[in-house]
């Protein structure tokens, strides 16, 4: 796939003379990946993006894991550096008031929930914010306490990539049905500021925008 995706953007940036040849060429690796997209029906943008991400991800691994046969601890692909956020997921156990559980995660993109709409309007850093924010927990398994207690759950960003890629989650399930969130999303063009664990901040320009226009049974999308 990836060197299918180099030859579009090649062609992109040329003479554009063979371009729909390689649209068709990148869509067929995209087939082999996920038989979903098949054929011209509706689908889904966040879905395709993770298809290509997961899988371009996958050729570099092997072309690392080649070159680093008996390195213990491989370094990171350059994949990995530009496009991977590193997290940190803690479970805190109401009645131990410290974190029994802590692991290690990552994400290529990070799905963001919208928070309630207030007068002041929703900022990207505002769901940023929710995304990281303490989350109740009503019932979990604690090894500790040896049964079900209350909790609450935090996910804690301890590195970011070079190009952060943000999925804002408009649809929800709500009164036996999906909906979708129209709230506006204030979008800072080329200062925003993501902070980690470690008190690092990483600062982001705006690159580009994929927008969905419809509802969640068709629609149409645009950049």
């Not at 990171?76 to 590193?86: A, G, V």
Request: proline share 4%.
């Amino acid at each position: 796939m990836l060197s299918s995706l180099l030859k579009l953007k090649k062609e992109i940036d040329g003479t554009r003379k063979d371009l729909v040849q390689c649209l068709r060429d990148f869509k067929t690796e995209v087939e082999k990946v996920n038989p979903d997209f098949r054929g011209w029906k509706m689908q889904d943008a966040f879905i395709f993006l993770g298809t290509v991400i997961d899988q371009i991800q996958k050729e570099t691994n092997h072309c690392c894991d080649k070159e680093n046969e008996e390195d213990p601890k491989p370094p990171r692909s350059w994949f990995q550096n530009c496009f991977e956020t590193q997290l940190e997921v803690e479970i805190c156990c109401n009645e131990e008031k410290k974190p029994t559980t802590c692991k290690n995660d990552s994400s290529w993109i990070l799905s963001l929930p919208i928070p309630e709409n207030s007068h002041q309007g929703i900022t990207l850093e505002d769901c940023l914010a929710t995304y990281t924010a303490l989350e109740k927990i009503d019932s979990y398994p604690c090894k500790k306490c040896d049964r079900n207690v209350e909790g609450s759950r935090q996910v804690i960003i301890s590195s970011c990539p070079e190009m952060l890629i943000l999925h804002l989650k408009r649809f929800k399930f709500q009164y036996g049905s999906i909906i979708e969130n129209h709230d506006k999303i204030i979008l800072p063009i080329d200062d925003l500021k993501v902070f980690t664990s470690g008190n690092d901040v990483f600062t982001y320009k705006l690159y580009g925008i994929a927008c969905h226009y419809g509802s969640f049974h068709g629609g149409h999308y645009f950049a």
